[in-house]
């Protein structure tokens, strides 16, 4: 299993732009498909962005319609790292968001019950 732990959340304006980071450590990186997620105060925790492990090097992302064409899901395997490129923010952005890590195949669950491994969570807060 591999451990992770985010970074880079921060309070912006909206429009600005924001880019979140995850480092994992402990198992083999590139094996996992690994996805973001986030949680607003009240509201339940909703899928993000996810990027496929489907073998070899090759991945697949999938994204939430709220942020597509907004936010880019990317990894660094050298560095055993996942980001995510935030864009033209907006309030209804502001949540904390959380890593997460499963070790199967193209997972792309929406689900947050479907995912193995979690962080701990980085606060965006976008302000208007």
């Known amino acids: 299993q591999v451990q992770l732990v985010e970074s880079g959340g921060a309070l912006v304006q909206a429009g600005d732009s924001l880019t979140l980071s995850c480092a994992a450590s402990?198992?083999?990186?590139?094996?996992?498909?690994v996805a973001w997620f986030r949680q607003a105060p009240g509201k339940e925790r909703e899928f993000v962005a996810a990027h496929g492990w489907i073998g070899s090097n090759v991945y697949s992302p999938y994204y939430a319609d709220s942020v597509k064409g907004r936010f880019t899901i990317s990894r660094h395997n050298a560095k055993s790292t996942v980001f995510l490129e935030m864009n033209n923010l907006k309030p209804e952005d502001t949540a904390l968001y959380y890593c997460a890590a499963d070790d199967r195949r193209d997972h792309k669950q929406v689900a947050p019950s479907e995912w193995r491994t979690w962080g701990q969570g980085t606060q965006v807060t976008v302000s208007s």
């Open positions: 402990g198992d083999t990186f590139r094996r996992y498909s």
